[in-house]
Protein backbone atom coordinates (compact mmCIF):
# COMPACT_ATOMS: atom_id res chain seq x y z
CA UNK A 1 0.00 0.00 0.00
CA UNK A 2 1.01 3.59 -0.14
CA UNK A 3 2.92 5.35 2.83
CA UNK A 4 5.08 7.69 3.59
CA UNK A 5 7.33 8.08 6.31
CA UNK A 6 8.77 11.07 8.13
CA UNK A 7 10.04 11.96 11.41
CA UNK A 8 7.70 14.08 13.55
CA UNK A 9 10.41 16.55 15.36
CA UNK A 10 14.02 18.24 14.34
CA UNK A 11 15.41 20.75 15.88
CA UNK A 12 18.41 22.81 14.77
CA UNK A 13 20.44 25.83 15.40
CA UNK A 14 20.34 29.12 12.99
CA UNK A 15 23.12 28.75 10.82
CA UNK A 16 23.81 24.97 10.68
CA UNK A 17 22.06 22.96 7.84
CA UNK A 18 18.78 20.75 8.57
CA UNK A 19 18.13 17.53 6.74
CA UNK A 20 14.70 16.20 6.75
CA UNK A 21 14.25 12.52 5.73
CA UNK A 22 11.47 10.68 4.09
CA UNK A 23 10.64 7.33 2.81
CA UNK A 24 8.49 6.07 0.46
CA UNK A 25 7.32 2.71 -0.56
CA UNK A 26 6.06 3.08 -4.25
CA UNK A 27 8.75 2.37 -6.41
CA UNK A 28 6.38 3.75 -9.50
CA UNK A 29 6.21 7.14 -7.90
CA UNK A 30 7.35 9.60 -10.51
CA UNK A 31 7.50 12.88 -9.25
CA UNK A 32 8.64 13.36 -5.56
CA UNK A 33 7.62 16.91 -3.55
CA UNK A 34 8.77 19.14 -0.63
CA UNK A 35 5.95 21.30 0.94
CA UNK A 36 6.66 23.73 3.20
CA UNK A 37 3.31 24.78 5.94
CA UNK A 38 4.20 27.96 7.90
CA UNK A 39 1.91 28.50 11.14
CA UNK A 40 -2.01 29.06 10.11
CA UNK A 41 -1.43 28.71 6.56
CA UNK A 42 -1.92 26.35 3.88
CA UNK A 43 0.92 24.17 2.11
CA UNK A 44 3.11 25.75 -0.80
CA UNK A 45 5.21 23.73 -2.63
CA UNK A 46 9.13 24.36 -1.82
CA UNK A 47 10.53 21.62 -4.45
CA UNK A 48 10.13 18.62 -6.55
CA UNK A 49 11.90 16.36 -8.39
CA UNK A 50 11.60 13.68 -11.13
CA UNK A 51 12.42 9.82 -10.09
CA UNK A 52 15.00 9.69 -13.20
CA UNK A 53 16.98 12.16 -10.97
CA UNK A 54 19.22 11.98 -7.93
CA UNK A 55 19.76 15.50 -6.80
CA UNK A 56 18.30 18.78 -7.35
CA UNK A 57 20.21 21.82 -6.14
CA UNK A 58 18.13 25.26 -5.54
CA UNK A 59 19.76 27.70 -3.94
CA UNK A 60 19.95 26.71 -0.29
CA UNK A 61 17.62 23.48 -0.99
CA UNK A 62 19.20 20.05 -1.87
CA UNK A 63 17.27 17.20 -2.51
CA UNK A 64 18.78 13.57 -2.90
CA UNK A 65 16.52 10.81 -4.45
CA UNK A 66 17.85 7.00 -3.18
CA UNK A 67 15.39 5.30 -5.70
CA UNK A 68 16.70 2.08 -4.40
CA UNK A 69 16.12 2.95 -0.53
CA UNK A 70 13.07 4.55 -1.12
CA UNK A 71 14.40 7.57 0.20
CA UNK A 72 14.49 10.97 0.05
CA UNK A 73 16.42 14.21 1.65
CA UNK A 74 15.45 17.32 1.82
CA UNK A 75 18.62 19.32 2.80
CA UNK A 76 18.23 23.26 3.70
CA UNK A 77 21.94 25.00 4.40
CA UNK A 78 22.37 27.70 6.53
CA UNK A 79 18.57 27.35 8.15
CA UNK A 80 17.48 30.67 9.02
CA UNK A 81 14.40 31.22 11.90
CA UNK A 82 12.54 31.69 9.24
CA UNK A 83 12.31 28.19 7.72
CA UNK A 84 10.72 26.73 11.12
CA UNK A 85 7.36 25.15 9.47
CA UNK A 86 6.21 21.54 8.59
CA UNK A 87 8.13 20.16 5.89
CA UNK A 88 5.87 17.07 3.83
CA UNK A 89 7.25 14.90 1.53
CA UNK A 90 4.68 13.48 -0.87
CA UNK A 91 4.94 11.44 -4.51
CA UNK A 92 3.20 11.20 -7.36
CA UNK A 93 2.50 7.59 -8.32
CA UNK A 94 -0.11 8.73 -11.57
CA UNK A 95 -2.99 7.81 -9.59
CA UNK A 96 -5.29 10.01 -8.06
CA UNK A 97 -3.98 12.63 -5.87
CA UNK A 98 -0.85 13.22 -3.95
CA UNK A 99 0.19 10.61 -0.77
CA UNK A 100 1.80 12.54 1.85
CA UNK A 101 4.06 12.14 4.66
CA UNK A 102 3.06 12.71 8.32
CA UNK A 103 5.26 16.10 8.04
CA UNK A 104 8.25 16.76 10.20
CA UNK A 105 7.89 19.87 12.25
CA UNK A 106 11.52 22.00 11.80
CA UNK A 107 12.22 24.29 14.94
CA UNK A 108 14.82 26.83 14.49
CA UNK A 109 16.85 28.16 17.59
CA UNK A 110 18.60 31.61 17.87
CA UNK B 1 -0.11 32.65 -9.61
CA UNK B 2 -3.07 29.78 -9.02
CA UNK B 3 -5.60 31.33 -6.20
CA UNK B 4 -7.02 28.49 -4.15
CA UNK B 5 -9.64 30.20 -1.79
CA UNK B 6 -11.78 28.68 1.36
CA UNK B 7 -14.43 30.71 2.12
CA UNK B 8 -14.02 29.79 5.67
CA UNK B 9 -10.83 30.60 7.75
CA UNK B 10 -12.33 29.19 11.19
CA UNK B 11 -15.29 27.54 12.14
CA UNK B 12 -17.04 26.67 15.18
CA UNK B 13 -20.31 24.05 15.34
CA UNK B 14 -22.27 21.58 17.72
CA UNK B 15 -22.65 18.23 17.34
CA UNK B 16 -25.32 17.12 14.93
CA UNK B 17 -25.10 20.42 12.43
CA UNK B 18 -24.70 20.25 8.74
CA UNK B 19 -21.26 21.98 7.90
CA UNK B 20 -20.41 23.21 4.36
CA UNK B 21 -16.86 23.99 3.46
CA UNK B 22 -16.41 26.47 0.43
CA UNK B 23 -13.19 25.94 -1.83
CA UNK B 24 -13.21 27.88 -5.47
CA UNK B 25 -9.67 28.47 -7.76
CA UNK B 26 -9.46 30.59 -9.83
CA UNK B 27 -7.17 28.68 -12.69
CA UNK B 28 -9.49 26.86 -14.84
CA UNK B 29 -7.92 23.41 -13.18
CA UNK B 30 -10.16 19.84 -13.51
CA UNK B 31 -8.31 18.37 -10.38
CA UNK B 32 -9.95 19.11 -6.81
CA UNK B 33 -9.20 17.57 -3.21
CA UNK B 34 -10.39 17.76 0.06
CA UNK B 35 -7.94 16.64 2.73
CA UNK B 36 -8.08 16.56 6.08
CA UNK B 37 -5.10 17.54 8.73
CA UNK B 38 -4.29 16.20 11.74
CA UNK B 39 -1.03 16.30 13.89
CA UNK B 40 0.87 12.87 13.26
CA UNK B 41 -1.07 11.93 10.93
CA UNK B 42 0.06 14.03 7.49
CA UNK B 43 -2.68 14.92 5.09
CA UNK B 44 -5.21 11.57 4.59
CA UNK B 45 -7.59 12.54 1.49
CA UNK B 46 -11.05 12.99 1.95
CA UNK B 47 -12.65 13.16 -1.99
CA UNK B 48 -11.56 14.37 -5.20
CA UNK B 49 -12.87 15.16 -8.32
CA UNK B 50 -11.49 15.13 -11.79
CA UNK B 51 -14.59 16.88 -13.50
CA UNK B 52 -17.50 18.74 -12.86
CA UNK B 53 -20.46 16.26 -11.45
CA UNK B 54 -17.60 13.68 -11.03
CA UNK B 55 -16.32 12.24 -7.49
CA UNK B 56 -13.87 9.76 -6.15
CA UNK B 57 -13.89 9.04 -2.70
CA UNK B 58 -10.31 9.44 -1.17
CA UNK B 59 -8.91 7.26 1.67
CA UNK B 60 -11.44 8.74 4.59
CA UNK B 61 -14.77 9.48 3.13
CA UNK B 62 -16.74 8.20 5.92
CA UNK B 63 -18.80 11.56 7.12
CA UNK B 64 -18.43 13.35 4.27
CA UNK B 65 -19.87 14.28 1.06
CA UNK B 66 -18.61 16.83 -1.64
CA UNK B 67 -20.67 18.71 -4.07
CA UNK B 68 -18.96 20.29 -7.78
CA UNK B 69 -21.40 21.84 -10.16
CA UNK B 70 -19.37 24.25 -11.42
CA UNK B 71 -15.65 23.47 -12.38
CA UNK B 72 -14.30 26.24 -9.92
CA UNK B 73 -16.20 25.06 -7.20
CA UNK B 74 -15.53 21.84 -4.34
CA UNK B 75 -17.96 21.79 -1.90
CA UNK B 76 -17.13 19.72 1.55
CA UNK B 77 -20.10 19.01 3.37
CA UNK B 78 -20.37 17.10 7.04
CA UNK B 79 -24.11 16.17 7.21
CA UNK B 80 -23.82 15.92 10.72
CA UNK B 81 -20.88 17.32 12.63
CA UNK B 82 -18.81 14.99 14.45
CA UNK B 83 -16.32 15.73 17.98
CA UNK B 84 -13.56 13.59 15.22
CA UNK B 85 -13.81 15.60 12.64
CA UNK B 86 -12.34 18.61 14.49
CA UNK B 87 -9.46 19.25 12.23
CA UNK B 88 -7.73 21.30 9.74
CA UNK B 89 -9.55 20.82 5.95
CA UNK B 90 -7.59 21.86 3.31
CA UNK B 91 -8.42 21.87 -0.36
CA UNK B 92 -6.17 21.80 -3.27
CA UNK B 93 -6.35 22.02 -7.00
CA UNK B 94 -4.33 20.97 -9.83
CA UNK B 95 -4.25 20.88 -13.28
CA UNK B 96 -4.18 17.59 -15.71
CA UNK B 97 -2.11 19.26 -18.54
CA UNK B 98 0.64 20.42 -15.53
CA UNK B 99 3.47 17.63 -16.57
CA UNK B 100 4.95 17.72 -12.66
CA UNK B 101 1.47 17.06 -11.00
CA UNK B 102 1.89 19.48 -7.95
CA UNK B 103 -0.95 20.66 -5.66
CA UNK B 104 -2.04 23.97 -4.84
CA UNK B 105 -3.19 24.79 -1.97
CA UNK B 106 -5.75 26.84 0.18
CA UNK B 107 -4.82 28.28 3.05
CA UNK B 108 -7.43 25.67 5.29
CA UNK B 109 -10.38 25.91 6.98
CA UNK B 110 -9.85 24.76 10.92
CA UNK B 111 -13.37 23.27 12.12
CA UNK B 112 -13.90 22.69 15.82
CA UNK B 113 -17.11 20.77 16.80
CA UNK B 114 -18.28 20.99 20.80
Known amino acids: GEDVEQSLFLSVREGDSSVINCTYT??????LYWYKQEPGAGLQLLTY?????DMKQDQRLTVLLNKKDKHLSLRIADTQTGDSAIYFCAENTGRRALTFGSGTRLQVQP | DVKVTQSSRYLVKRTGEKVFLECVQD?????MFWYRQDPGLGLRLIYFSYDVKMKEKGDIPEGYSVSREKKERFSLILESASTNQTSMYLCASKSRHLLTGELFFGEGSRLTVL
Open chain 1, 49 to 53: IFSNM
Open chain 2, 27 to 31: MDHEN
Open chain 1, 26 to 31: DSSSTY
